[in-house]
């Protein structure tokens, strides 16, 4: 009788489940929503017992729809960073703290505390430009806003090491999810970040960083009860979703690349050149299974740039459907040239953050005439979200030398994928499997109980990858049209105003 593999996916406001067979298809699956909790001040948080019972009612759903008694495993993944602190017993300590999380009292710490010169341990030790939604800055906040409630923390965990801590009842972390802000990445231990930013205190409270492809413990009769699992199922240390989606991908080997054209953007770079610096640029995060980091650059805005523009157009653009949107723009651009005839789009909607960091920096369109069409525009976004990728390759190490995958919403659209391998000038790979973080999840759930390597796994499915093949004319011509977007975006990035507190 043939294993089946369970995993969980707890995003922000989505948590998905799923059992898979071997071969990756899909047996089973389920999801919830979740609240943020926002605040004025840009504060993000999040109830974890929420989290938990939406983690549990998907994971119940999955149960009832398979013969729960060829269940052999279960991977946990999760959103990353934030704050997520627990007591002696395990149970959280108020709400947690996001990765998003920008209120203006931890803005302002961070702010002040890059002045001083103190980030630069942080960068020296993991390679990262530290942001407010980080554990070390939710930890010094709640030190000076609720020393009471401080005093009760024992465990700063992620929302991942949460999740697994109540199926199980153990408390661990994986080296993907314990690299910010305070390990070192070339002795993968905790290093000097925590005295430049007064934080020797923190250190007793984090859990030491574990391999994913190992068992954290098994599920309880409690969380049975609540999930429907089986007890004594093996449940492998939670990993963050970003290197799950990557272990998805079968990607394991330093030159390998990815982007996600989702909400937001990411290119992520596998690298065994580790070299950090005082002043980096993006993130770092160690591979949950190799010995390889994953350098993560993440443009603000990828498709929520596409999904902007349709939205100023409902009669001609609107749909239920995002692919009947994609279809309808796709008609329009499909027959403009390279360059949408001189309309140049800055794609910061939401300001910047890679590959600089610019809150106060706003979109535009250039170049346009009174004669410039609906579908030159269309045309123009979609260039502008992939100069922006262009822009954190070339920012980062040059151009990619190898075919990328690209995954993520923006991925199902055909045209903007064959803009995208024209402007990178190389081939884009597109597997059509949706949720390659569950994926990944669940291999690395049966890796850790078979002992089989997970990337080994991972790439067994059947699944065919769409290759979109670089036109070496098209990205000839892009080439001084991206060269004069990076001279807007800087003249731009001169005259943007300052956001309070950043």
């Not at 005439?369 to 609906?374: I, L, N, R, V, Y």
């Not at 262009?390 to 045209?415: A, D, I, K």
């Not at 990858?465 to 098209?474: C, I, V």
Request: charged share 15%.
């Amino acid at each position: 009788m043939s294993q089946i593999w369970i995993s969980l996916d707890v995003g922000t406001t989505a948590i998905k489940a799923a059992a898979y067979a071997q071969n990756g298809v899909i047996l089973a699956s389920a999801s919830a929503s979740t609240d943020v909790l926002r605040g004025p001040d840009g504060s993000a948080e999040q109830d974890p017992h929420d989290v938990w019972t939406a983690a549990a009612s998907c994971l119940k759903t999955v149960s009832k729809d398979i013969e729960i008694n060829r269940v052999s495993s279960l991977g946990v993944c999760a959103q990353g960073d934030g704050f997520w602190p627990l007591d002696h017993d395990g149970a959280p300590v108020g709400n947690a703290i996001l990765w998003s999380d920008t209120r203006t009292d931890i803005a302002s710490d961070l702010a002040g505390l890059r002045s001083k010169g103190a980030l630069k341990a942080v960068s020296l030790g993991c390679n990262t430009d530290l942001w407010p939604g980080t554990s070390v800055m939710g930890w010094r906040w709640l030190r000076k806003a609720d020393p009471d409630r401080a005093a009760r923390v024992a465990h700063i965990v992620t929302c991942g090491d949460w999740i697994a801590r109540q199926l199980t009842g153990q408390i661990a972390t994986d080296v993907s999810n314990a690299t910010i802000p305070f390990l070192d990445v070339q002795t993968r231990h905790y290093g000097a970040a925590a005295k430049a930013l007064d934080c020797l205190d923190a250190l007793e409270k984090l859990p030491q960083p574990r391999s994913a492809q190992s068992v954290l413990g098994y599920v309880t009769e409690e969380a049975a009860t609540q999930t429907g699992l089986p007890v004594g199922l093996p449940v492998s240390v939670a990993t963050l979703d970003l290197a799950a989606m990557i272990v998805g991908l079968g990607m394991a080997r330093a030159g390998e690349t990815m982007m996600i054209l989702g909400t937001t953007a990411v290119v992520n770079i596998l690298t065994d050149q580790i070299a950090p610096t005082s002043d980096p640029m993006g993130a770092t995060v160690l591979h949950p299974t190799s010995s390889v980091a994953i350098r993560v650059l993440a443009p603000s805005t990828g498709a929520a740039a596409f999904d902007w523009f349709a939205s100023l157009h409902p009669m001609s653009l609107g749909s239920e459907s995002t692919d009947e949107v994609a279809t309808k723009l796709n008609t329009l651009v499909q027959d403009i040239p390279v360059g949408a005839n001189g309309v140049i789009f800055l794609p910061y909607l939401n300001g910047e953050r890679a590959p600089f960091v610019d809150p106060a920096i706003r979109a535009g369109f250039l170049g346009m005439s009174g004669a410039t069409t609906k579908g030159e525009l269309g045309r123009a976004v979609m260039e502008g979200t992939a100069f922006s990728l262009r822009h954190c390759f070339v920012s980062e190490n040059g151009l990619p030398t190898q075919p990328v995958q690209l995954t993520g919403g923006g991925s199902r659209n055909p045209v903007w994928c064959q803009i995208v391998a024209d402007v990178i000038g190389q081939d884009v790979l597109v597997n059509p499997a949706s949720d390659l973080g569950l994926w990944g999840a669940a291999v690395l759930g049966a890796a850790a109980v078979n002992g089989e390597d997970a990337i080994t796994m991972a790439n067994r499915t059947s699944n065919e990858l769409t290759t979109y093949s670089a036109n070496p004319e098209r990205h000839a011509a892009y080439g001084p049209l991206y060269q004069k977007y990076v001279a807007l975006s800087e003249a731009l990035r001169s005259v943007s105003i300052p956001v309070q507190g950043l």
